[in-house]
């Protein structure tokens, strides 16, 4: 018999859909449940002792699983935990803590195929640690700054002797006045660069303009790489791809051997099985690395190209890859 395929995802994320499709067309069974549910929807009785690793139940009003069966987990972007409304601040803060530490805490201890483990992922959100990772792997990065400090960013334009970009840190989404925003990508002009007020009030991340023939996106299924070359098609698309998705355009293309060994070596060291990750390709054919993300969308870029990305997450989740 098939192990059963944990699935921790928001319920409103429609690429998971797809693979928990892809997954139960197999014939495999599947728990799909998001931390948000939890505890009003979803239930733990987890036991452990000296004969036994991790066993007990999570539960729903419709499906339970076992927790020692469980072969692969499909971690990606589940919701915050909810509480009774009539918590007040610190009862809810208090409980979401013990959630966290109770209910994430087995399900971190499952020892089973991991897409991707959640301790990972975490480490490997920090661009920091991907921009040396990278490095190290072989791969080629940027020159870049990270600081709170407008006369490093000065000298950090001098030192280049060409155009520089600002970019988000972390995360580029953010809800402002109840509306989603996302911050893009920016080259910095003259004017930018003789104004730098507001660089003191948190980090800042700038580098080196790479000039681009086009860009890749690299998604990563354990050894498997699907490559997608995007080409872009108005000003704003060339400087942040992600600002115009309009004017794009797409086709399949390959990873030169040298990067695909990087990648890999790369993947290895962030303990990732799933990445999706993005390259400048310049006018010279020179892959320069900008970031991978763990969490990274893939639905549309299977969409546009055909290339078979949902097939390889159901077969990794399988142990069939």
Not at 148 to 173: E, Q
Not at 177 to 198: C, M, N
Request: aromatic content about 8%.
């Amino acid at each position: 018999m098939n192990s059963p395929v944990l699935i921790i995802a928001a319920d409103d994320d429609w690429p998971t859909d797809r693979v928990v499709t892809e997954l139960t067309g197999r014939g495999v069974e599947v728990f799909r449940m998001d931390t948000a549910d939890f505890p009003q929807q979803l239930t733990l009785a987890a036991r452990i002792d000296q004969l036994t690793g991790w066993t007990g139940e999570l539960s729903t009003d419709h499906r339970t699983v076992d927790l020692s069966r469980v072969g692969a987990v499909y971690y990606r972007a589940p919701g915050a935990f909810r509480f009774p409304e009539n918590m007040s601040g610190p009862e809810e803060r208090f409980a979401a803590a013990q959630a966290r530490a109770g209910l994430g805490g087995v399900l971190s201890a499952l020892e089973c195929r991991w897409v991707n483990h959640p301790t990972a992922m975490a480490r490997a959100e920090y661009k920091p640690v991907q921009l040396a990772a990278a490095r190290a792997c072989g791969l080629a990065v940027p020159p870049t700054l990270l600081t709170n400090t407008p006369a490093a960013v000065g000298d950090f334009a001098a030192r280049t002797g060409g155009d520089i970009v600002c970019k988000p840190v972390a995360s580029p989404v953010l809800i402002e006045d109840g509306r989603l925003k996302s911050v893009y990508t920016r080259r910095l002009t003259p004017d930018d660069l003789a104004d730098l007020d507001g660089i003191d009030t948190t980090a800042h991340l700038f580098q080196a303009w790479v000039p681009k023939d086009h860009e890749v996106r690299l998604t990563v299924v354990g050894r498997r790489m699907f490559t997608a070359a995007i080409h872009a098609g108005s000003d704003a698309s060339h400087e942040d791809w992600r600002s115009d998705y309009g004017s794009l355009s797409y086709s399949t293309t390959t990873v030169p051997d040298d990067v695909a060994a990087g990648m890999g070596h790369l993947m290895r060291r962030l303990k990732l099985t799933y990445g999706a990750a993005d390259f400048v390709v310049g006018p010279d054919g020179e892959w320069t690395f900008l970031e991978v993300n763990p969490c990274g969308q893939w639905d549309w870029i299977q969409a546009e190209t055909g290339l078979p990305i949902v097939q390889a997450l159901a077969d990794e989740l399988q142990g069939v890859s």
